[in-house]
């Protein structure tokens, strides 16, 4: 392999320039070729494939987004688009490609090589945290962080009228994001869509002497089934009317930010052994770390599977709480 190429994918998240960063890196140290694809897959597409050098990334580490910018494809998922995207890579001489996103991305990135024999090693790039084959995903810790930063604000004003706060947090289909600013922020509920039929239990809980408080913060991640912070604080208004609740909606204030120290570290080292891996004429596998050490999953393994959230988490909160 002489030529590679890095992209991002799919929804942002803060790391994916440490990533680049490493990765364009080790394939120069390595005398490898390394392009830069914009807007990942429909860059592929429409040809926005340029080189880069050691100094492309240079003062890029602290900095959140994506400098490669990114972008969810629905052309990539034809056939026909697919098609196009191969030959422009091909064309270069483009042989392997580092793709920073999550699921979506590296089902793209597995269908490319079993269409056209392009291969790939994926890097975790999403706040969610659900990609299974790594115990941290780049840009979850800086998300959380960011959360908690917020709840701490919150938690002020809570206290000051003696109000419940409902907050919401991302995560599409996960609980990670909830679970994990839910814990640090002295959360007194979590609802996490992991956990099902959960609702009725906490408003009965909170009905409990003991579990009254002057103020109280519960978490909501936006893909917990009960749905969303507004539908949770109705439901607790109808069981107590009188309580004076209100509800905020982080948003997408949980994908921007300068990376945590954590998330630069991750990045770097999936980065770097990204590239390494091509080189070695690995192809398909999701790059993660576990237990602190660079493992691959094949992206048939890890495509499609959720990664758990650690239910004991939850359990010690409800006991803290209790
Ligand atoms: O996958 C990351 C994520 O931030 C989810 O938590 C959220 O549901 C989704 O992306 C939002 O996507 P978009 O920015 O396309 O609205």
Same mark, same amino acid.
């Given at each position: 392999?002489?030529?590679?190429?890095?992209?991002? =994918?799919?929804?942002?998240?803060?790391?994916?320039?440490?990533?680049?960063?490493?990765?364009?890196?080790?394939?120069?140290?390595?005398?490898?070729?390394?392009?830069?694809?914009?807007?990942?897959?429909?860059?592929?597409?429409?040809?926005?494939?340029?080189?880069?050098?050691?100094?492309?990334? =240079?003062?890029?580490?602290?900095?959140?987004?994506?400098?490669?910018?990114?972008?969810?494809?629905?052309?990539?998922?034809?056939?026909?688009?697919?098609?196009?995207?191969?030959?422009?890579?091909?064309?270069?001489?483009?042989?392997?490609?580092?793709?920073?996103?999550?699921?979506?991305?590296?089902?793209?990135?597995?269908?490319?090589?079993?269409?056209?024999?392009?291969?790939?090693?994926?890097?975790?790039?999403?706040?969610?945290?659900?990609?299974?084959?790594?115990?941290?995903?780049?840009?979850?810790?800086?998300?959380?962080?960011?959360?908690?930063?917020?709840?701490?604000?919150?938690?002020?004003?809570?206290?000051?009228?003696?109000?419940?706060?409902?907050?919401?947090?991302?995560?599409?289909?996960?609980?990670?994001?909830?679970?994990?600013?839910?814990?640090?922020?002295?959360?007194?509920?979590?609802?996490?869509?992991?956990?099902?039929?959960?609702?009725?239990?906490?408003?009965?809980?909170?009905?409990?002497?003991?579990?009254?408080?002057?103020?109280?913060?519960?978490?909501?991640?936006?893909?917990?089934?009960?749905?969303?912070?507004?539908?949770?604080?109705?439901?607790?208004?109808?069981?107590?009317?009188?309580?004076?609740?209100?509800?905020?909606?982080?948003?997408?204030?949980?994908?921007?930010?300068?990376?945590?120290?954590?998330?630069?570290?991750?990045?770097?080292?999936?980065?770097?052994?990204?590239?390494?891996?091509?080189?070695?004429?690995?192809?398909?596998?999701?790059?993660?770390?576990?237990?602190?050490?660079?493992?691959?999953?094949?992206? =048939?393994?890890?495509?499609?599977?959720?990664?758990?959230?650690?239910?004991?988490?939850?359990?010690?909160?409800?006991?803290?709480?209790?």
């Amino acid at each position: 392999m002489k030529k590679i190429a890095v992209f991002t =994918s799919g929804g942002d998240s803060p790391g994916m320039n440490a990533c680049i960063r490493a990765a364009v890196r080790t394939a120069v140290a390595s005398n490898l070729e390394v392009f830069g694809i914009h807007r990942g897959y429909e860059g592929m597409i429409d040809n926005l494939i340029y080189p880069m050098a050691a100094d492309s990334v =240079s003062n890029i580490i602290q900095d959140g987004g994506t400098i490669l910018k990114t972008a969810r494809s629905a052309r990539f998922m034809t056939p026909e688009g697919r098609a196009i995207a191969a030959s422009n890579l091909k064309v270069l001489g483009i042989e392997g490609l580092v793709c920073i996103g999550g699921d979506g991305s590296y089902t793209g990135a597995n269908v490319l090589q079993q269409e056209h024999g392009i291969k790939t090693i994926g890097c975790p790039g999403t706040i969610d945290n659900d990609l299974f084959g790594t115990d941290y995903t780049i840009g979850f810790d800086t998300a959380v962080n960011t959360a908690l930063e917020a709840i701490d604000k919150i938690r002020d004003t809570a206290e000051s009228h003696n109000r419940i706060f409902f907050i919401e947090v991302m995560g599409r289909h996960s609980g990670h994001i909830a679970l994990y600013s839910g814990i640090a922020g002295g959360a007194e509920g979590i609802f996490i869509p992991e956990r099902q039929n959960e609702l009725e239990s906490i408003i009965a809980q909170y009905g409990l002497p003991k579990r009254q408080k002057a103020f109280s913060i519960f978490i909501v991640a936006e893909g917990d089934e009960e749905g969303h912070a507004y539908t949770i604080a109705k439901k607790f208004t109808e069981a107590y009317p009188g309580l004076d609740t209100r509800v905020s909606i982080l948003g997408h204030i949980q994908r921007g930010g300068s990376p945590s120290a954590n998330d630069r570290i991750l990045a770097t080292r999936l980065g770097a052994a990204a590239v390494l891996a091509l080189k070695e004429g690995k192809q398909n596998l999701a790059a993660g770390i576990i237990n602190n050490q660079v493992v691959f999953t094949p992206f =048939s393994e890890a495509i499609g599977r959720k990664k758990d959230v650690p239910m004991e988490l939850w359990a010690t909160n409800e006991l803290i709480c209790s």
